[in-house]
């Protein structure tokens, strides 16, 4: 990533990604505190979420965000460590590799979750 | 000042030298994996709701014990210190908190260590653990 684009344009983008994730995580927390903590945690209510639209584009905006932040972050910890051009892009590629499949994997449940393909 | 270098990677990371700061540092790193570790099973936790009620029962299950809830605690006290410590780290990143450059002198104090950064750590500590304790209490209907 770092020979695709200048480190301080990353690090803009990893505050950008955590400043906005945390309005969508206390939004994902107020929604299941409104709700009963418990109550919001049954399979029904659970459902019912997922299918109302505006709420599924929180979660999906949420993965996106908190992935990009967290593997970016993952990456900074490992470069941290250990430098060197080989490490350096296995530790780049490998990181934006999880993050693609994280966020396909949880895309996968929200989509089919909203479109009640349960 | 021979021996700092010679402890190399250790020296630096070294919790107990440098004052609060680097046990923020450490903190910062510690509470960003667990959270990234944590992230990481609620997505494959919920995924468990696409194999029907069952599934998404005996899932929810583990977390509806004394360990459960303990292990969502923390991982709300990790979320409001990585949360409060970023908001400082950001604010530091931009050039704010530090008063205004000056000569380098003995003790060689550095000006970005200083009273109004502690503070923040402290209080990302203190919301870290109410928010503990207002989660344990929403867990446990008190």
Redesign the interface.
Known sequence: MSSIMRESHI?KIH?LT??VA?GF?IIHIMVR?MQG??DS?L?DN??AN?KSIPYAIVLEAM?IL??VH??N??RI?LLE?KQGRVYENAVTYGCLAAMIV?IA??S??II??SMG?? | MEKDRKEGIRGMANPGRYGIERVAYWLMRITGLGLLAYFIGHIYETSSLLDGKAAWNSMLELTQTTEGHIFLALVIGMCVFHTGNGIRLMIAEAGFGFGKARRPDYPYTPSSLNMKNKLCIYVSIGLAALAMMYGLGVMYDV
Do not use: C, D, P
Request: net charge positive; hydrophobic share 70%.
């Open positions: 690090m505050y955590a400043l945390v995580v505190v903590f418990s945690l399979f659970v459902i997922y993965l908190i992935s967290g593997f972050g993952l910890i460590i994280l994997y949880g996968r449940t089919m979750a393909m349960v």
